[in-house]
């Protein structure tokens, strides 16, 4: 048990393909609700629950309790994904004779509790815990509620009870999407406070409205609030949850009702309708089309890194990149694995180690130690059996694999064996150790390459790009199949973190619009691309869509 | 008949709960701010860590409860019945009677409530329940009890600790009369003849049974033979001694303190109906609420909705000119 970063975060894309397939099948459910969870999920199922999906009735296994259960899709489809039934059997969602109900039911071995009726998940949770602490159990009961079903009040019993009972073997998540049936939750009965007009943004962006996390700590509860979509959030909040004693925890959960889908995010219209099978082949697009900016710190002040660090947090970088050099594989020196531990304690976002250092092999071990997530050594001081020895090493403490190739080298084909499992390959678009170069051009030939070998061998991992990477080329690299863009000078070097990630996300979208209407338009035509441009109905997207359609002579 | 020995249900309640509790250390008990009266707070004192009071919160006691039946617990919980089945009927369709484990129907609750019908007296019609076996019956997997007296209380609490699935029990809250003895059988979906006639049959539960058997007594001076069954499982149901009743007596009269809508005359009804249909009186509230009453004036209040051994034996001897 216990995958890395990059195995969870494929795991909760398989899971996510299978409830579009899963409601797209049943021309039904409830997809909204299942993406604003998913990251939840995937971090409890790929790497805290104990459990035996050979044997879903195991007496120590933790407790899963899907309150919210509408969301029932994503809930199967994590299980499935865990191997309690086969992937194909989530096409029987919500039809008759399948153990696949509409709302999560016991019908389904490994299913703990008949959500439906809402309001009543935390109670029936309590009463789990409470039986384990009757016996002296010491399985944790893990509990989703949603936040438009906060309006029961049986919620509000629920939580007096469970601090009353000191029920610390629970933790809730509490799925705070904003959005309920009718519409956004602080329209129809605030958590927080009441939404003056329509401009739901404006209570995302402005945090001293957030009154939810009062609420619970008023009732006695230890309270952590995250942002439900950050996989290190999710993974630290339940570690520091299960540390917590005497109190229950609940974890609040700022999430995007249909995350990863532009069309359906923050569209109420997508918390209960199923996708239509045309638009399928788009969406699973742009699920595969996820991407992450990960800015290289050595590109800024060396000598206060604690300082990038803190720009990167602000800034809301996906990973901080560390360059490693160790004056031999290349010829600068920058920091080892000590300064890494130092600065671990800064921040939870996923530390991306590259390490260009010679004999790898050798020093691994101490960059796991120094709390890396991923670590990605060059292929040009490996061979096969040294590489194995990193690959499993890295696997067995849940760190992610890297292969990083230089603008010289090919792939090597001792490297094929280990491409279905490798987390990511970092494709170097300039000579390393140098700063201030220019990408190099013939990278994109080089990535139609290797795609073609990338695809032969079930690559399924991420590309990281890295080398010149900038608001004019990125589109074309995403284009390409990169999707961990590492930024130096464009990131690092700007004075506004924030807003150069910002630009760089910007760009990114840009370009994956445009390969999700070069799909429409392969696939229907005009009809087609005007059916996927009038799904996108919150905001200025459908706009901005148009006009890039309209750029592509598809209009 | 003899003057009746008058005991209390809810102390018999407690009694066998803590003796079921010795047997299986899996019996907890949950009960909502009425444990006092209902007297499961003596569970609570022998057994601390197997008792909780959720305060005034029947939802959230009936929800634990289904969340201690999945983890291989036995909750008993119990309040007045105008909140229980009254109050949280989505929690135990929902979260009760609808989770099935493999192989079982329903969770392993059970609920019993105390302060069921008119009885119920001084504290009003909102506070008398006279739908609660209407409602609980016609809930899937749930087996519904009225005993008649104490006897009954300790017998059907010891059988629902060790019979796995949810039930619902409905005591009264005033003392009642014994009528049983101390070696009778009670069997789920069994009712049980207290006495034998031929010319009507009266189908009783709860507090009406003494008052069908008083009836009996009185028709038996003017040479009527009446029989009288305690149908204390409602559900399940004795077609067959209804159906024998129907077919040897030809009438039946039915008596309980619930709405005639939905009850024991009600499923008594319905059964005899498909088996051998005879005509049927129902006795009990007329579609209407109760209101307060003293202590000793609650023989007016049930009077009032015809729920009297007077009542019953007019009512046999009006069925009778109709029998087929």
């Known amino acids: 048990m216990g995958l890395n970063y990059y195995q969870i975060k494929k795991n909760v894309l398989r899971a996510r393909k299978l409830v579009i397939k899963g409601t797209n099948s049943a021309g039904s459910g409830h997809p909204g609700g299942s993406f604003s969870m998913a990251e939840i999920l995937g971090c409890l199922f790929n790497k805290y629950l104990k459990f035996d999906p050979k044997n879903p009735q195991w007496e120590d296994r933790d407790r899963l309790v899907l309150s919210k259960g509408h969301a029932a899709p994503g809930l199967f489809s994590n299980m499935a994904v865990a191997g309690y039934f086969p992937e194909s059997e989530i096409e029987t969602l919500r039809k008759f004779g399948s153990r696949l109900q509409g709302h999560p039911d016991l019908k389904c071995p490994g299913v703990e509790f008949c959500g439906g009726s809402l309001g009543t998940g935390l109670s029936y949770s309590i009463g789990i815990a409470l039986a384990a602490k009757i016996d002296s159990k010491e399985h944790h009961v893990y509990t989703i509620i949603g936040d438009g079903e906060s309006d029961e009040g049986q919620v509000w019993e629920a939580a007096m009870a469970a601090a009353k009972y000191k029920v610390d073997n629970l933790t809730v998540f509490l799925d705070r999407n904003f959005i309920q049936q009718d519409s956004y939750t602080e329209k129809i009965m605030p958590l927080d406070e009441k ?184 292929a040009e001081v490996t061979d096969e059996s040294s590489f194995g020895e990193i690959h499993d090493l890295l696997k067995q403490n849940q760190v992610g694999v890297g292969l990083a190739i230089n603008p010289d080298t090919e792939l090597p084909e001792w490297s094929y064996k280990f491409l279905n499992s490798l987390d990511q390959l970092i494709v170097m678009s300039v000579v390393p150790g140098k700063s ?18 990338l695809k032969e061998h079930d690559f399924s991992g991420y590309i990281e790009a890295d080398g010149g990477v900038n608001l004019e080329n990125i589109g074309s690299i995403f284009a390409d199949g990169a999707r961990v863009f ?70 | 008949m003899n003057e009746p020995i008058m005991t209390d249900m809810r102390s018999e309640y407690s009694k066998s709960l803590i003796q079921a509790g010795k047997e299986n250390s899996n019996i907890v008990v949950l009960g909502a701010d009425t444990t006092d009266s209902l007297k499961t707070s003596e569970f609570g004192k022998e057994f601390p860590n197997r008792f909780f009071n959720v305060g005034i919160a029947e939802a959230n006691l009936v929800t634990i409860s289904a969340g201690l039946a999945i983890s291989g617990k036995i909750p008993f919980a119990s309040t007045y019945a105008i909140f229980l089945p009254g109050r949280a009927v989505d929690q135990i369709r929902n979260n009760i009677a609808y989770p099935s484990p493999s192989g079982k129907k329903g969770l ?31 809930i899937p997997n749930f087996r519904v009890f009225i005993p008649a007296d104490t006897i009954a209380v300790s017998k059907l609490t010891q059988l629902m600790a060790k019979e796995y699935g949810p039930f619902y029990m409905r005591m009264a809250r005033s003392k009642t009369p014994l009528i049983h003895s101390e070696s009778q059988d009670f069997q789920i979906g069994k009712g049980i003849t207290l006495r034998d006639g031929a010319d009507c049959t009266i189908a009783a539960c709860g507090i009406t049974v003494r008052m069908a058997l008083e009836a009996a007594e009185s028709l038996q001076q003017e040479g009527i033979s009446c029989r009288v069954l305690d149908i204390f499982s409602i559900k399940p149901i004795d077609h067959g001694i209804l159906e024998k009743a129907a077919r040897e007596t030809g009438c039946i009269v039915t008596a309980e303190e619930h709405n005639i809508i939905g009850g024991m005359g009600s499923a008594v009804t319905e059964s005899v109906s498909e088996s051998y249909p005879v005509p049927i009186k129902r006795i009990g509230a007329q579609d ?37």
């Open chain 2, 108 to 138: 392993n609750v059970k609920l019993v409530a105390s302060h069921g019908g008119l009885s119920v007296g001084p504290d009003g019609g909102s506070h008398q329940q006279i739908e609660d076996i209407a409602i609980m019956r016609v």
């Open chain 1, 436 to 453: 201030g170069q220019k990408y190099i051009e013939e990278t994109h030939a080089k990535m139609a390459r290797l795609n073609l070998i």
């Open chain 1, 195 to 378: 939404l003056e007009g329509d401009d739901f943004s404006e209570m995302w962006k402005d945090a001293s409205r957030w009154k939810t996390g009062d609420k619970w700590r008023s009732f006695g509860w230890n309270v952590i609030e995250i942002d439900g979509h950050r996989i290190e959030q999710i993974n630290a909040a339940i570690a520091k949850a299960n540390a917590t004693k005497g109190v229950p925890t609940i974890i609040i959960s700022r999430t995007i009702k249909g995350k990863s889908i532009e069309h359906m995010e923050d569209n109420p219209q997508w918390h209960g309708k199923a996708p239509d099978s045309i638009f399928v082949p788009m969406i699973n697009l742009e699920l595969d089309s996820q991407f992450m900016i990960a800015p290289s710190i050595i590109a800024g002040d060396m000598s206060n890194l604690e300082n990038e660090i803190k720009r990167c947090v602000s800034g809301r970088a996906d990973y901080v990149h560390l360059d490693v050099m160790d004056g031999k594989f290349v010829p600068t020196k920058t920091f080892d694995h000590n300064k890494i531990k130092e600065l671990r304690s800064l921040t939870v976002i996923p530390f991306d180690s590259h390490l260009m250092i010679d004999e790898p092999v050798k020093y691994v071990r101490d960059y796991v130690d120094a709390g890396s997530d991923i670590i990605t050594v060059h």
């Open chain 2, 288 to 324: 209407m609420f109760g209101e307060s009453a003293r202590d000793d004036e609650i023989n007016l209040l049930l009077e009032k909705h015809g729920i009297t051994s007077f009542n019953m034996a007019k009512q046999v001897k009006e069925i009778r000119s109709k029998k087929l």
């Open chain 1, 486 to 555: 590492v930024g130096g000078g464009a990131i690092i070097g700007q004075q506004d973190v924030r807003a150069a990630i910002r630009d760089f996300r910007n760009e990114v979208l840009h370009s994956r619009r445009r390969i999700l209407l070069d799909k429409s338009n392969e696939l229907g035509g005009k009809d087609l691309v005007n059916k996927w441009i009038g799904l996108h109905v919150i905001g200025e997207k459908q706009e901005q869509i148009k006009k890039i359609a309209q750029e592509a002579g598809y209009l």
